[in-house]
């Protein structure tokens, strides 16, 4: 499996209507969680976001959001962003144009937010050009791959991943999925203290 940790500048250059990174002025971390709500790991991150008044932002896939509408509620609830992940998790480099923005409107129906994440980052230019400039909304990449999905790596290396990058203003990717649970239990509540400790804040997106 291949990807990058950190987000390359070329990258950014390539896609300059996605947003990568939040002002750096502040120290001011921004956690993001893709692919929920989920019964079990979407409840553990909010315990672990209050020990420390963090504010995050959750990409929510729209056929989840139905099914855990009082998971999705709490989210609300407690002060963190929500955002549309699409409804079915699609790839936009796999899916016709029509087929992939239908699913993002589906979304909307559950999930009241002007940001979007594609699915696995994935997404064409034109796709973008006609999300940002027709729908009206703000597509959020990252900074920074916490790597919690890959089964491959160690709990511990998922730590590293986030600890050794982020700084201020990054965007980090977390899942608060089934598949990702394990790695992320473990980084999660890691990076909230050693970034605490240096004084930083997390903070939902806003834009």
């Not at 649970?181 to 890691?190: E, S, V």
């Amino acid at each position: 499996m291949f990807y990058l940790v950190k987000t390359p500048w070329v990258l950014k250059k390539l896609y300059p209507a996605g947003v990568w990174d939040m002002p750096d002025r502040e120290k001011v971390l921004y956690l993001t969680f893709d692919d929920g709500p989920h019964p079990e790991a979407t409840p553990y991150v909010l315990e672990e976001l209050s020990r420390y008044n963090a504010k995050a932002t959750f990409f929510c896939i729209g056929k989840n959001v139905a099914q855990h509408n009082d998971i999705y509620s709490r989210v609300l609830n407690e002060g963190h962003s929500a955002a549309n992940h699409t409804f079915s998790h699609l790839n936009g480099w796999k899916t016709g144009d029509r087929k992939y923005f239908e699913d993002i409107a589906k979304a909307r129906k559950y999930i009241d937010s002007p940001l979007f994440r594609p699915p696995y980052g994935k997404i064409s230019k034109l796709q973008l050009k006609h999300l940002t400039e027709d729908f009206g909304m703000k597509v959020i990449m990252w900074s920074v791959l916490s790597a919690d999905f890959d089964t491959a790596i160690t709990p511990e290396q998922c730590l590293k991943n986030v600890s050794l990058h982020a700084k201020a203003g990054s965007i980090i990717v977390f899942h608060d999925s089934e598949k990702a649970f394990t790695r992320m239990k473990y980084a999660l509540p890691r990076v909230l203290q050693l970034f605490t400790e240096k004084g930083y804040r997390f903070d939902k997106i806003n834009l």
